[in-house]
């Protein structure tokens, strides 16, 4: 039977040996994860917690943006670990959206989307989102304009319309996600898309892009040639 002051030296030993990982860029995503509940619950092996976490959500992506609620469902995760998964997710957001605040919104698509993951990654109802740009394509603001069930949510032309007005925006930006992954966009998106992009035309706001987040994989309305609205 191994010892209490054993095991402590394994579990040392070990974490000595991911962090070495990670620092040579070696890490895998699920050891990746492993390291970092380490921080958070410091006297425990943690190395089968980490393969079920990432075998249920999928992806950290899909992990981080977990409702507390779900994260504290999972055996070995309390409170205090699930705010610190939460402060981390909340931490990448901020550095995204310095990046979309400070640079056209095209100028790093990668951040882009990972800033859409960084919101509804792991949400298990639809969300509708509005990022609201200005004349260089700089984010303005990013609201949450409605929440609905798993297979909807509701989309106000005329409200959507108005805020861009109140806000001086010259484009706007429509994201919303499917908890069903994998799927494109729908004909009801396609249909609400142009609606909503003659509407801002008429105003001479563009519609820049509609992006849908579906499983690990956003996609652009504007790169299937959903949209007629050209770079203004």
């Not at 579990?11 to 050891?31: N, P, S, V, W």
């Not at 003659?198 to 994989?217: M, R």
């Amino acid at each position: 039977m191994i010892k209490a002051e054993e095991l402590q030296s394994l579990q040392q030993g070990h974490r000595a040996r991911l962090r070495k990982k990670f620092t040579d860029g070696q890490l895998a995503d699920y050891e990746i994860l492993e390291l970092l509940l380490t921080y958070a619950i410091p006297r425990r092996d943690v190395r089968n917690l980490s393969r079920q976490l990432y075998k249920k959500y999928g992806s950290i992506h899909n992990l981080l943006s977990a409702p507390m609620e779900s994260l504290m469902d999972n055996d070995g995760i309390k409170e205090n670990t699930a705010t610190f998964l939460k402060l981390i997710n909340k931490l990448t957001q901020m550095e995204y959206k310095t990046v979309l605040d400070t640079n056209p919104i095209f100028h790093n698509f990668e951040k882009l989307e990972n800033y859409c993951k960084s919101i509804l990654s792991g949400k298990t109802i639809e969300e509708f989102h509005v990022f609201y740009l200005d004349s260089q394509f700089k984010l303005i603001e990013d609201e949450l304009h409605s929440s609905g069930t798993i297979d909807w949510a509701a989309v106000y032309v005329r409200e959507i319309v108005k805020r861009a007005l109140d806000l001086g925006a010259r484009s706007i930006v429509l994201l919303h996600n499917h908890p069903s992954a994998y799927t494109s966009f729908s004909t009801q998106d396609i249909q609400i898309t142009q609606e909503l992009e003659s509407a801002l035309n008429k105003l001479d706001i563009g519609l820049y892009d509609h992006l849908l987040l579906s499983g690990d994989v956003v996609y652009s309305a504007r790169n299937l040639h959903l949209l007629d609205t050209k770079l203004r």
